[in-house]
């Protein structure tokens, strides 16, 4: 394997750990449920972004901040314009309808990628992310059927919005390759700052009020509120997106498995056929990852 495809295969595992880290959101979610869901976002962006900004301190690398204007307008309206769009669904259309809507934005990943340069988008892909997104509706719906309200067509308009933001936000940022990816710690600090003012406007204040509360938001800081945003940065500037959008269906799926052990769920037969096409989407999709060739050096 050549120096280059072994950066491509790192920077793709490391991507995927953002995908690991996004199926803990339910968990923890779910232990600051009482947090208004514009204020948990501005917590959680805030101490993550304040908390990249003081790692950067120590390391000498703030100038890494200073970056064009566009580029502070795309990662923060990438980062907030995603959650606030999902923010909005979830509260104006049935949360399984909109959900579902919402986890298009794999697929979207994977097509998008098509237009960027040096990518060639191939069959397996589209196979691999339709399995995907078939498992995630199965978790989402529990195998019910679908019922889509006339009256609630802002929240899918905000879902449909919520899927092509952080589809379009990944994908463009292949073309910011040169952009370090110290700069998401400004996206976070400026997301976290418009979070809370949209929480002021629409929002009753609720903070944690326990300690298993504050734990839960700082857990979100950390990990699928903080440190995933900096990995999935660097997995679709250096790595395969393509592979990267059908594994990022594995994060509802071990979303779902964590809720079950935890006690939150039960292990069901639309669980166990989920879990069979989402991991046989994602093999399909890193086909070529998986089974390439290795090219032989002749002396």
């Not at 394997?1 to 779910?30: C, Q, Y």
């Not at 959650?83 to 809507?101: C, G, K, Q």
């Not at 400004?186 to 629409?202: D, E, P, T, Y």
Request: aromatic content about 12%; charged content about 10%; some cysteine.
């Amino acid at each position: 394997m050549n120096s280059d495809n072994t950066v491509r295969l790192r920077a793709t595992l490391i991507g995927m750990s953002a995908v690991l880290m996004w199926a803990t959101l339910g968990l923890f979610g779910a232990g600051s449920a009482v947090v208004p869901p514009l204020l948990l976002n501005a917590l959680c962006f805030g101490i993550s972004g304040v908390s990249a900004l003081v790692w950067l301190g120590f390391r000498g690398r703030l100038r890494n901040l200073r970056q064009p204007l566009k580029v502070w307008a795309f990662g923060t309206v990438g980062l907030f314009g995603f959650h606030f769009f999902y923010f909005t669904a979830i509260r104006n259309a049935p949360p399984v309808e909109a959900n579902l809507i919402n986890y298009t934005w794999p697929l979207l990943i994977v097509l998008f990628s098509a237009l960027l340069p040096g990518e060639k988008l191939k069959i397996h892909h589209l196979i691999g992310t339709g399995l995907g997104l078939f498992g995630a509706g199965l978790l989402i719906s529990g195998g019910e059927a679908l019922s889509f309200s006339d009256g609630s067509w802002i929240g899918y308009g905000a879902a449909i919005a919520s899927s092509l933001f952080w589809a379009t936000y990944s994908v463009l940022s292949r073309r910011l390759g040169r952009i370090p990816t110290d700069a998401v710690a400004g996206f976070c600090v400026m997301s976290a700052i418009l979070s809370a003012a949209f929480h002021f406007a629409l929002e009753e204040t609720v903070m944690p009020s326990t300690s298993v509360q504050w734990a839960s938001v700082v857990a979100l800081a950390v990990f699928p509120v903080g440190l995933a945003f900096f990995t999935w940065d660097i997995g679709v500037k250096r790595g395969d997106i393509q592979v990267l959008g059908a594994a990022a269906y594995s994060a509802p799926l071990l979303s779902t498995l964590l809720l079950i052990v935890f006690g939150y769920g039960a292990f069901t037969q639309e669980v166990a056929l989920a879990c069979f096409a989402i991991t046989f989407g994602a093999i399909i999709a890193a086909k070529d990852m998986i089974f390439r060739r290795k090219t032989v050096v002749l002396p």
